[in-house]
């Protein structure tokens, strides 16, 4: 099948800027419990602040949309991105200066959805802006992905809205209703609990890894020491000062100080004495014999990070710099009891769709939402260990579900950037039994001055 990403006509996406905030601790953040539209405000002007504009150009007219990936919020959290955007155009037309001017048009002209393909969300917002673009729709969009698991903990999803009788019978939103609140699941539903396929995508996302650790024979000790080494990845990052540029308004702001014993990283899941031995004394956390612990899963986490993303041709127009292209995605099913390895089914997709194999690639993020499941993917695509999450990942830094797959974007372009160029994917497994994949590529320094590429 012929490629689409090859199309003469196809307009050529690219990325001119990256930014997310630092991924705290959901509950036990550096702001306890951080406001959805507070995130995504931070990330917009940062992003946009980031982009010198003509003096006669509004951010309010050059964006034509806008992407919010989000697991958790359900319809409230269209509410809270709207608001966040806004806010965020604003303070990136105020600028660095303090000057409270306004966009000369209303911030809220540019028009904005909500995707949600699980833990995907993030990445699939920004493919949804890529290819809006790529086929000549639109010109520039807002990428953003964003979860306060906080305000939205993970024993409410999948419950439905509370039904308000009094209200000619509305649900309201979830947000902040008591747990008696819910009188509904998808277990409720007569079709789902006679099928046993149905069944099967109910299946809780941590028995799933225990599935899989099961199913391919995975043991605890290299579970343990993949998730020790994610963590030692991780500090050593900042320590260097690699995760620096990411951040919220790092382009004008210095960088944070070096962390001390008092003062814990920004990303302040992160433990760098965490080791093999220290992680085997925790008890699996979802079967009885499972090797599965809260050890060696990816944390609950409060976090959001985006990418402005413009067709070429606009990016020269305006003088703004290519981070990156994008070039393909790929999604693929699989077994939901076996949901983590999904990126075994979805990376050949994708890679296909670009015309390119394992070797060609020259880093991978791999969402670690458990080390059974990364360890399997690793594996099984055959991917060299010393390419894959060079700078930790989810176990460490944690994956707030809906933010993770735009962290990962924003992570790998700096990455690739600082390494002077290449191609990286971002991968991740997805709730119900999924995978999905995208390949995103640097210009190499010699390839700006005219050497010829694969891709």
Excluded at 22 to 35: D, H, M, N, V
Excluded at 215 to 228: S, T, V
Excluded at 230 to 235: E, M, Q, Y
Excluded at 396 to 418: D, F, I, K, N, Y
């Amino acid at each position: 099948m012929a490629s689409p990403m090859a199309s003469p006509m196809a307009q050529q996406v690219v990325v001119v800027s990256v930014s997310r905030t630092p991924l705290t601790r959901a509950l036990r953040g550096a702001s306890s419990a951080p406001y959805t539209a507070s995130l995504i405000s931070c990330v917009t002007a940062d992003l946009l602040g980031r982009c010198a504009l003509p003096a006669e150009a509004d951010w309010a007219a050059v964006l034509d949309d806008v992407a919010v990936g989000n697991v958790m919020a359900g319809p409230g959290g269209g509410v809270a991105a709207r608001i966040g955007v806004a806010a965020g155009i604003r303070q990136a037309a105020a600028g660095c200066s303090g000057d409270v001017a306004a966009p000369t048009l209303d911030p809220l002209k540019v028009p904005l959805k909500m995707v949600s393909r699980q833990c995907a969300s993030g990445l699939q917002a920004a493919v949804d802006v890529a290819c809006s673009i790529r086929a000549g729709l639109t010109s520039c969009g807002l990428a953003l992905g964003v979860e306060s698991m906080s305000y939205h903990p993970m024993e409410d999803f999948g419950k439905a809205p509370h039904v308000d009788e009094e209200h000619d019978g509305l649900p309201l939103a979830n947000d902040g209703l008591p747990d008696e609140a819910y009188d509904d699941d998808p277990a409720s539903n007569p079709e789902a609990l006679h099928s046993s396929s149905n069944d099967a995508v109910m299946t809780p996302m941590g028995a799933t890894s225990d599935f899989v650790a099961k199913e391919y024979g995975i043991k605890r000790e290299e579970q343990d020491a993949f998730a020790a080494a994610s963590h030692r990845k991780a500090a050593e990052a900042w320590e260097k000062g690699l995760f620096d540029y990411e951040l919220c308004e790092a382009g004008s702001s210095p960088p944070p100080p070096a962390p001390t014993e008092s003062r814990p990283y920004p990303d302040n899941g992160i433990r760098p004495s965490t080791t093999a031995a220290s992680l085997k004394s925790l008890k699996p956390a979802f079967a009885a014999e499972g090797s599965t612990t809260a050890g060696n899963s990816s944390q609950l986490t409060d976090g959001c990070a985006g990418l402005l993303l413009m067709s070429r041709s606009l990016a020269s127009s305006l003088s703004l710099p290519v981070l990156a292209t994008f070039v393909s995605f790929a999604a693929a099913g699989v077994p939901p009891r076996l949901m983590g390895v999904g990126p075994v089914a979805a990376v050949p997709k994708a890679l296909s769709l670009a015309s390119l194999s394992v070797p060609d690639v020259d880093l991978w993020e791999v969402n670690e939402a458990f080390a059974s499941q990364s360890l399997r993917c690793v594996s099984a695509l055959g991917l060299p260990p010393e390419k894959v999450n060079v700078n930790g990942g989810a176990i460490a830094l944690g994956h707030p579900l809906g933010c993770t797959g735009a962290r990962q974007v924003v992570t790998l372009v700096s990455e690739l950037g600082r390494r002077g160029g290449g191609v990286g994917v971002t991968t991740m497994c997805v709730g119900t039994g999924m995978g999905c994949a995208a390949v995103w590529k640097v210009e190499r320094r010699e390839e700006e001055g005219g050497a010829s590429s694969k891709l």
